[in-house]
C-alpha cells in the first residue's frame, strides 16, 4: 500500500458520490493507492430511501462513474 494517490482529491470524488442519484451521504470514506497503478475505495454509502431491488444499481451506478472519472480499480462499499 502506497497511500492516497496524490493525482486525485478526495473532496471532489466525495462530491460526486453523493451526486449520484440515489446516494444521499457516505461515511468511512478510505482511499489509497495499493500498487503504483491501481488505486482503491473504500466506503459507506447511505442510500436514499429505496427498494431493496435498487440499491445494487446505485451501487453500479457508483462504480461505473468512480472507475470512469478517477480511474479506480478496487472498490469495498457497503450499503
Known sequence: MLGSPSDIRLIDMVHTLKSIDGVSDLSHVHFWQMQ?????????????EAKLSQVDTIREAVISKISADYKIGHFTLVT
Do not use: P, Q, R
Request: hydrophobic share 45%; glycine share 8%; proline share 0%.
Open 36 to 48: 503504483e497503478h491501481e488505486n482503491a475505495l473504500g466506503a459507506h454509502l447511505v442510500i436514499k
